[in-house]
């Protein structure tokens, strides 16, 4: 048995804990700080809270980091009302788009682990500390992985450095489903190396493990790269043994056993996301040649490689100097440093003999190739099932820079070892070399990684205006539309908007407008057939921005604010509230949240009580014998109970719930547990009773093995 020096143990040990104390160090404003890891100064420049002057803004609009605010806070912020309030997971979110499965929002992350911090953290610490622990994920995996790969512990420093701190991570932070899955593509890695270097069943947890996790993490696009250049790995691996060890069969069983686990312990995550996505205009999707232009059109182009070594070369939002032209600077930022840079060449130059450089070189060879849309796009998109209906061929930097991140810590490992064989001065400057590097990575990356980074006072982050409070008071369990103009959204330029679209979700009222990947198609036909056009955005596809005025009673919209000049309605509109940042129009017409047949069928006194997300009970009385349609879009999942007796629930003519009710008093209880949830739990609990039972089982030889050699 291989073993390890102790002065070997605690280098390892004095690295992996540098690794950490730098990731909580660059949060530790917003781990023991009261900042968000969030770019509020966009939101800050929306109405109403800019009504008393907003500062300018300080950082060029950028579309991305907009998502950090205008996304994934509202979507944590209601996991942690969920899991603190009502102790439960959010599986549906009433507050956006007339109510949207949120566990089918593969972003929730609903059962990723370390998203359970949110039952105990505020929602702005809990996203900075989650930050950090992925921060240094990452470069823990890497460092690992070089180091199973023979590398030395600076080299396995200065790679764990350049991807923690590189590029995707750093520029992606703001989406954080997106970093938070790439974490586990050098875990992946990983588990396929200890495979194939010690051929036993269990090994494969590792790979598993990462394969499961990356699903829970949410972001399926980068999710399907883990699996992919796992199974690319693994492939070359199988190759190589058969070349070598026709008969050699074990590692094999394993691989294949550990994606199987993989599929099974992400599948409470998995399977919910995918229903969804065919319920989406997503998965209706079709790849065609102008999907493929446009594609084209938004990949990398050659003098942005440059990025590679210096990020800001073109300019940058933190400057407000990055060209308009681009799409985004987080979609084409290669980074890797100088440090990693030199480090790769080394490892092409000085380690070409180390098998491992050329299966990464090839890896993020082609993971670049594509994002600069050469042939290899074409392969991409056309021949892998789904993938091209996702986001751009730029996003396989997360790859590339993986890929770079290895060779570099390879490369050092290269030089260490040539320094061995000199007898002269040359041979200590040589193993002194890759420390150097890794001083060279943190003195560039981090600061950098720092000004890009936003961070924003936590109470200025959807602070409680005057008329929002006014809205809560009189809104009650009716739906509301803030009017935003989606005409005014632009891709470029700050949009003028009326509070941002996902605002109901942070404050906890009833929305129609919404943002989100993934949303279900019946509901944007409706609000499409609604508004006579489109209701999204030309510049942003995932956004629903309804604009007219008492035009919703069939989603029982009662409230509606908006900041202009009142627009001709058919009837008077009654302003419930008006103030300097806007005004509260009622729509005294509006049924409310539950009505019959037709609209004017007002069903009587509706106490309607939500305990929670998933729950809504409600109390119908002198009603007549006929259905009830509800205020809540229509979803395979929700279970009625109506004075204890389960009844149907269908869609009607629209997109919203209806069910039968009797004749007079009627106790109705809703709930929500959809079947993929149900039955991708059942899988993931068995899955993860066999990987315990695995681990379980090798730890009790391995005592067993122990007491034996010691008797």
Known sequence: MHTISPTVRRLDAACVVALAALAVAFWADCVFGDRAPVAAVYQ????????GGAPPPTRQWDSLLWD???QFYPWRELAHRSFSQHGEFPLWNPHQFCGTPFVGNGQSGLFYPPHWLLAVCPTSRAMGLLNAIHYFLAGLFVYVLLRVLGATAAGALLGGLVYSFGGFIVTWTELPSLIETAVWLPAGLLGVELIFRRSRLWRGIVLAGALGMSLHAGHLQIAAYVWLVAA???LAHVAYRLWLRPETLQPMLSLVAAFLLGAGLGAVQALPTLELGARSPRGGGELSAAGYQFHLERAMVPVELTTIVDPD???????????RERISYSEHCAFIGAAGF????????????RRAVWLYAIIGGLALWVSLGGPPAYVYYYLIPKIGLAGGFSRLLSVFTLCAAVLCGLGVTALSDAARTRSDILGPIWKAAGWALVLVALTQAVPWAYRFNPRTPAEQVYPRTEIVDALLRVAGNDRVLAISPPERWTLYDMPEAFLPPNSATVYGYYS???YDSLSTETYRRWAATVEGGVASPAANGNMLLLSRLLNYRAAGCKYYLTNERLPVANSAPKVAYGGPEGVIVEDTDSPGYAYGPALKDRLGPADVIRDGPNRIRMRLSGIDDFGVTLAEGYYPGWVAIVNGVRRQIGVGETTFMQISAPAGAADVRLYYMPSSVAVGGFVTLLSL?????????????RRSGMEVGAS
């Open 342 to 353: 030199v480090g790769v060449l080394l490892a092409l130059l000085v380690g070409r003999r």
């Open 232 to 234: 690319g790995a693994g």
């Open 512 to 514: 129609l407008n919404g």
């Open 44 to 51: 800050q420049q929306f109405a109403p809270y800019n009504t």
């Open 68 to 70: 950090g605010v205008a």
């Open 689 to 701: 009773a066999v990987a315990v039972a695995l681990v379980a089982g090798r730890l009790a030889r």
């Open 313 to 323: 070369f073109l300019g940058s939002p933190v400057t407000m100097d990055y060209p």
